[in-house]
């Protein structure tokens, strides 16, 4: 079960940096891709967005959410272990 769990965290945290990455080129936004790197990763993104207050139009709620998903993985992780 551990080992499911990391994966699974593993896995969202590529996802988050898969939009991060599509962020930086010019992709079509109405891509299928786009919008389902959109839909997997904005109920997680839009929350630490919030917290986070404005910081000279960067958006670190990226790195936020994939270091707080790395944690929580570990820490359930260890529950089942």
């Keep these: 079960m551990a080992e499911l769990i990391l994966l699974i965290t593993q896995l969202y945290t590529f996802i988050i940096l898969a939009r991060v990455l599509m962020s930086w080129v010019q992709i079509d936004p109405y891509s299928p891709i786009a ?47």
């Design 35 to 81: 919008q389902a790197l959109y839909q997997l990763t904005e109920p997680v993104l839009a929350p630490v967005r919030n917290l986070l207050p404005p910081m000279a139009g960067f958006d670190f709620s990226p790195i936020i959410a994939m270091i707080g998903i790395q944690v929580l993985g570990q820490l359930l992780a260890q529950l089942f272990i």
